[in-house]
């Protein structure tokens, strides 16, 4: 009966019925998010969202699990009900655009750019102190202890990429690893953008407390390097547990009631995967 109401022959009919319970078996493997996310740009080869404060991209290697609803990667390919891979990192307490690929040939092209320092990003932060107009950082970095996973001078990455076709159903990963030298060149440029001052006194040498909005642009990618970098000229971000000021982390934190790491990744430039010298720029709110 239903293959004469839509006026197709029986091998038609078959053959959508087909194409209709692949569709079901390739979809019942996602389910619903326990987070969504804000969709800054997509395309059929690349997606970038807003990631929020306090959420991973994917489950830490350390072995610590973190609850479903803080790990971006499962919850987004649920929310597109299709596989992503991840390219881009962001720190957790971070917040911002965060970039992932749609198809395994965008995965290959976006790694390499990341690896050749071609994609350009920029940061928003607030620190404390009121910072120079402008200025370059190139302070050697070491290693640092929570990141020193892999020993000697030449350092492997590990970046994650889906080892599945857009239709295989098998979760799995393959790791893709890329020579990260130390003697590369460590840089970075930052933008006085406002300067504040409030009546409190944090520091009791001061009546007031002074703190500066700065865009950041780093021109690599090194560990926790934009919070390190600041840290090391006397400006330290606010709301970082590692390398901040504990007293002004407290007093946003209790005072102001703005809890967390006040660093929002504000762009993301990079030449699209398929369409040679074309240059994508995704771009959030601050």
């Known amino acids: 009966y239903q293959r004469r109401v839509r006026g197709c022959s029986k091998e038609e009919h078959c053959s959508k019925q087909t194409e209709e319970k692949r569709e079901e078996i390739k979809f019942s493997h996602f389910g619903t998010p ?21 959420v991973h991209v994917h489950q830490p290697n350390s072995g610590f699990r973190v609850p479903p609803t803080a790990v971006c990667l499962p919850n987004l390919r649920d929310q597109l009900k299709q596989y992503v891979y991840p390219v881009h990192r962001l720190d957790c307490g971070a917040d911002g655009v965060l970039l992932f690929a749609l198809t395994k040939h965008a995965a290959n092209s976006l790694c390499r750019q990341f690896v050749a320092g071609t994609i350009r990003k920029s940061y928003f932060a607030v620190v404390r102190g009121y910072t120079q107009d402008s200025g370059v950082i190139d302070i050697p970095l070491k290693k640092s202890k929570k990141n020193d996973k892999h020993k000697n001078q030449t350092q492997k990455k590990e970046v994650l990429v889906d080892d599945d076709d857009d239709d295989n159903d098998n979760d799995t990963h393959k790791n893709v690893f890329v020579e990260d030298h130390d003697n590369v060149k460590i840089e970075t440029r930052y933008v006085t953008r406002q300067r504040i001052e409030l009546p409190y006194s944090i520091d009791k040498r001061f009546k007031t407390c002074r703190f500066s909005v700065v865009e950041v642009f780093p021109t690599s990618g090194k560990f926790h390097q934009i919070r390190r970098h600041m840290m090391k000229i006397s400006h330290p971000l606010i709301g970082d547990p590692d390398h901040g000021d504990s007293h002004q982390n407290r007093f946003f934190r209790t005072v102001l009631e703005c809890p967390g790491l006040l660093l929002r990744a504000k762009t993301i430039e990079f030449e699209h995967p398929t369409m040679v010298g074309k240059r994508i720029k995704v771009e959030c709110e601050w």
Do not use: E, M, S
């Open 34 to 54: 326990a987070l969504t996310f804000d969709v800054l740009y997509r395309d059929q080869n690349v997606i970038a969202i807003d990631k929020p404060h306090g």
